[in-house]
């Protein structure tokens, strides 16, 4: 699985409240080499278990299904221009109390 | 005694009724890249995560590790333990949980996950990590060696849960992977157990790095990181709710509309998870603490 950040405006028709869920890691945005030929996503957006397709703006053109199915997840994305949580393993305590 | 030098099995367990979520993947691939690091024997490491995505739970785990595992699911945990032939066992378990016990096709009691223990040939000592959500019903069970308690009394079992009788909590993380950095959602007390586990630290001073000094580390941990989400969350929000307001009218007003759906569910998300983390109290426990004062990883 491949690991790409990329400019928000790479994808301008994603609105900001879904990209701080995907860079929260709550979603996941993501290409696949598997893509059904019936849909003509360049992106995917896995919401839950629901997969959407989208195009290579980020609009959203489809839900493609209940489940990630037989699409294989090559690629993973972030938006390198938008907060990504702090390491939680980094983390030091300061004495306190 | 030593754990990772000695005969031990490290197990990465995630049942579900349905398909596991995506961030409990992510606590497994996590775990097992700290185990890894920890020194630990990939031969020792066995993975169990339900779900019918077969490939898409790999691709996951794949971040973690070079090695290939045969992820299994659930219900093969309790065949394995059935021929068990390691002396030590050290289980994870993520994923949900709740009155019934943890969340899979049949939930997991108590007695259900002890008796698979006990029950396991030739085992001496386990130690189980529970991160899901209200791990405290797993307390105050039969879980130490003294005869009578449970049979022949079997195997010492020490059991750590992240929660007593509440949720457990989980954060927005972003933690280094052999693929790059990753963000998710981790379950933060198994996530200190883990970190514990790559470098681990004698808390108490008796010149041990104990199971008993991972438990301590890692409530600690959490709790810690727990006060710091709560603080960020109340000013979160206060701006989140004017959001979630104005997403729910659009969405209202345009109810065909993909987009606009979709941006409701995420500004829910983000709401929601805000409010949650204000309003979840989370106290980890140890049962049978004895013997984890003397378990040396």
């Not at chain 2, 659930?74 to 994923?95: C, E, I, P, R, Y």
């Not at chain 2, 797993?138 to 879980?143: Q, V």
Request: charged fraction near 20%.
């Amino acid at each position: 699985m491949k690991l790409n950040n990329i400019s928000s405006k790479t994808l301008p028709a994603i609105d900001e409240s879904i990209k701080k869920c995907i860079n929260l890691g709550q979603w996941l945005l993501f290409k696949s080499s598997s893509g059904n030929d019936k849909d003509n996503a360049s992106f995917y957006l896995k919401v839950g278990q629901k997969i959407f397709g989208l195009d290579a703006s980020g609009n959203i053109i489809e839900e493609i299904g209940d489940d990630v199915g037989d699409l294989s997840v090559d690629e993973l994305f972030y938006f390198s221009d938008m907060p990504r949580p702090n390491s939680l393993s980094n983390f030091t305590m300061l004495y306190a109390g | 005694m030593n754990l990772i030098n000695g005969n031990t099995k490290w197990i990465l367990f995630l049942s579900a009724n349905g398909d596991a979520e995506d961030r409990h993947i992510w606590d497994v691939a996590f775990g097992l890249l700290c185990l890894e690091i920890s020194g630990v024997s990939p031969a020792d490491i066995f993975l169990y995560v339900d779900g019918k995505n077969r490939i898409f739970i790999s691709q996951i785990i794949s971040n973690a590790t070079n090695n290939t595992y045969d992820i299994k699911d659930s219900a093969d945990f309790f065949k394995d333990q059935a021929a068990n032939s390691h002396k030590n066992m050290v289980l994870f378990v993520t994923g949900h949980g709740g009155i019934e016990g943890i969340d899979a096709p049949l939930p997991i009691t108590p007695f259900s996950l002890l008796k698979a223990i006990k029950e396991s040939p030739g085992l001496e000592v386990a130690i189980a990590y529970l991160g899901q959500c209200h791990a405290g019903i797993f307390n105050y069970i039969p879980a130490g060696k003294r005869k009578g308690a449970w049979g022949e009394g079997g195997p010492e079992v020490i059991l750590m849960g992240a929660t007593n009788l509440h949720n457990s909590l989980s954060k927005s993380t972003q933690e280094n992977f052999l693929t790059g950095s990753v963000s998710w959602v981790a379950n933060l007390f198994l996530l200190y157990i883990f970190k514990w586990m790559t470098s681990p630290i004698d808390v108490d001073g008796d010149g041990k790095k104990t199971i008993m000094d991972s438990y301590k580390y890692a409530g600690a941990m959490s709790h810690e990181a727990n006060k710091g989400l709560k603080i960020s969350s109340f000013v979160k929000s206060l701006d989140l709710h004017m959001e979630w307001l104005a997403a729910k009218e659009d969405h209202e007003k345009n109810k065909n509309d993909l987009s606009l759906e979709l941006k409701f569910q995420a500004v829910s998300q983000q709401y929601v998870d805000a409010l949650s983390a204000r309003y979840t109290h989370q106290e980890c426990w140890v049962l049978n603490s004895i013997p984890a004062q003397e378990i040396e990883v």
